[in-house]
């Protein structure tokens, strides 16, 4: 979750395997380990988001995530909502770090984007990008905006 900019999203594998933030005081994410286990079966992501001027969006798919030693594989299928199927591109793809370079590019996306994600290469969503920065470094969700970084974004998971 990133509603108030307060953690830095351009952190290590291990912080990421773990968690990080606090649900009570701002931006957390939940850890991969945490969210591997979750999404075992068939699930539903939500994400809500807003963009800059606050309009709300959300984007809904069936859901899953494959374990460590897959580098925790994104699987997303069936989109539903109003934000447009931007995570789509993504699917398939294995996690990215700074520090651990799991993407399709010759280049580093986590580090030339300034945060880690399911990149496939260095461009689609990007939510986990810099907080407040506008372009393909911040927090993007392309059927939004490729220009403009979200002010808010949800990840719920059933």
């Not at 010759?106 to 984007?113: E, G, K, M, Q």
Request: charged share 25%; with cysteine; aromatic share 14%.
């Amino acid at each position: 979750s990133r509603t108030i900019g307060n953690e830095d999203f351009n952190r290590p594998w291990a912080d990421y395997k773990n968690g990080f933030g606090n649900p009570s005081t701002g931006d957390f994410f939940i850890g991969l380990d945490a969210l591997y286990k979750l999404a075992q079966g068939r699930n539903e992501l939500r994400i809500d988001m807003l963009d800059k001027n606050g309009k709300p969006y959300s984007a809904t798919y069936s859901f899953g995530i494959d374990n460590e030693a897959s580098k925790y594989r994104l699987h997303v299928s069936d989109f539903r909502g109003s934000a447009g199927d931007s995570l789509i591109y993504n699917d398939g793809s294995q996690f990215s770090t700074y520090d651990q370079d799991n993407d399709e590019s010759r280049s580093n996306c986590a580090r030339d984007r300034g945060g880690a994600f399911w990149f496939k290469d260095c461009t689609g969503s990007s939510l986990f990008g810099r907080w407040g920065v506008d372009g393909e470094n911040g927090v993007i969700w392309p059927t939004i905006s490729t220009t403009e970084s979200l002010s808010f974004f949800e990840m719920k998971i059933r």
